[in-house]
């Protein structure tokens, strides 16, 4: 058996448990720059009124006007409160496949002799006993079942959010009651294509629709879902997370930038993000690149984008090596005269570090960059992110950071942002 277990509307979740205020109300969490809505829990999901995705500035007012708490995205919170998760789930199986950064699976192949109901509200309730997050829990023989029931278990309430398929029974009538839309791994276009054949539930899709027609069809991953539906496992546990074979980020700025030195410290500071990510998997870059464009959805500004993508002498995970080329191929993009809304770079061609053949007309020892690259993370680790860094990420980050007026504290992460607790409070 396999139990997944997914947070309820994590981020909004993440924002009400150092709030006890906001319990039972409505809540919102916004993308980046506070520019749309892209969470919200299920008080704020009753307010069909309140689209997700709209621009805020559109529907501000009906966020005031309905009393929703809204916030701007807090990513370090939220990974922080995820692991916090994670940690927990490892308390009742060695073998934890960490799916998203709010839901896992979990092995539970040797409790066959125990009641697993009881056992999927021992989990939920723990999780919520160690984090303040509510979870659904969803139990089944394979991976797609177990997906269907933690969809059940949240959207049934006699469930309590814990939906166990344990018979062969009790899964034909979960499929029966299933619409194809909602089994995972079933697109827009598998979809469209089985409901043309009318075939509209998951009952119908794993018991009508023959295997020959589903692997000329839908391929080995059609074929692979039509097999688990029928209770037969073929997606196994992935304990280990796969290596990225491209590491990037892009971010708008808080405000748009002339400046071409604030741009280079806005690249400086993203190559330091992703190069620590790329020493975390032991990999190193063959090619960096970098892009550059204006706010396309302005009527008013001249727009101008540009990339460029530099293959790299020797392969590194360096910071400053990296930060050094990112810096020379962005100043070869750069225009004046434009006012620029978003910088990016992208690592990729990675390899494993230990494959890297060093050139020998390098300048630097590869040996004291490496131990240099583990004092920075090291130190970084300790006492907070940016701690150390390239002099090239400057000093001047509230000049193009993201806007985050409405940022809850980093409660769990940083001394000057913990929970106080008023001593007058009775």
Not at 1 to 19: G, H, P
Not at 78 to 107: A, C, H, W
Not at 363 to 372: C, F, H, K, T
Request: glycine share 4%; net charge positive; proline share 3%.
């Amino acid at each position: 058996m396999i139990a997944l277990v997914d947070c309820n509307s994590f981020y909004a979740s993440c924002e009400q448990v150092f709030r006890p205020d906001l319990w039972g109300k409505p809540v919102v969490v916004l993308s980046n720059n506070d520019g749309c809505v892209i969470a919200a829990n299920k008080e704020a999901k009753a307010l069909t009124q309140i689209p997700m995705f709209e621009p805020v500035f559109k529907i501000k007012q009906l966020l005031i006007d309905h009393d929703v708490s809204f916030f701007s995205s807090n990513y370090t919170l939220y990974g922080e409160m995820s692991q916090r998760v994670m940690n927990t789930l490892k308390q009742f199986s060695p073998q934890v496949e960490i799916y998203s950064i709010d839901e896992s699976f979990i092995d539970l192949a040797n409790m066959r002799f125990v009641n697993l109901d009881a056992h999927g509200h021992h989990i939920k309730n723990t999780i919520f006993r160690n984090t303040g997050l509510p979870v659904g829990v969803g139990i089944a023989p394979t991976k797609v079942l177990a997906k269907l029931a933690n969809r059940m278990s949240k959207k049934i309430a006699h469930y309590k959010h814990v939906c166990v398929l344990d018979t062969p029974e009790a899964c034909k009538q979960a499929l029966k009651d299933a619409e194809i839309k909602d089994v995972w791994g079933i697109g827009k276009k598998h979809c469209q294509r089985l409901n043309n054949r009318g075939i509209f539930t998951a009952h119908q899709f794993a018991y009508e629709v023959s295997l020959e027609w589903v692997r000329k069809n839908m391929t080995v991953v059609g074929e692979r879902i039509w097999r688990e539906l029928r209770g037969e496992p073929c997606l196994s546990l992935e304990m280990l997370p796969k290596a990225k074979k491209a590491i990037g980020t892009a971010k708008s700025f808080g405000n748009k930038l002339t400046d071409l030195g604030l741009i280079e410290e806005a690249c400086a500071y993203y190559i330091s993000e992703v190069s620590e990510v790329l020493r975390k998997q032991n990999s190193c870059a063959q090619f960096i690149q970098v892009f550059l464009q204006t706010n396309y959805h302005s009527d008013r500004d001249a727009q101008y984008s540009n990339s460029i993508t530099v293959t790299l002498s020797t392969a590194t995970n360096d910071t400053f090596i990296l930060t050094l080329e990112a810096t020379k191929a962005l100043r070869t993009i750069y225009k004046s005269g434009y006012r620029y809304k978003k910088v990016g770079v992208n690592l990729s061609g990675l390899i494993p570090q230990e494959f890297v053949q060093m050139n020998i007309f390098d300048s630097v020892n590869p040996q004291e960059r490496s131990a240099l690259m583990q004092t920075v993370d090291k130190l970084n680790q300790k006492y907070g992110k940016s701690t150390v860094n390239s002099g090239l990420v400057g000093n001047r980050q509230e000049k193009w950071e993201l806007i985050k007026k409405d940022r809850s504290p980093r409660y769990t992460t940083q001394w000057s942002e913990l929970l106080a607790i008023d001593s007058n409070w009775s």
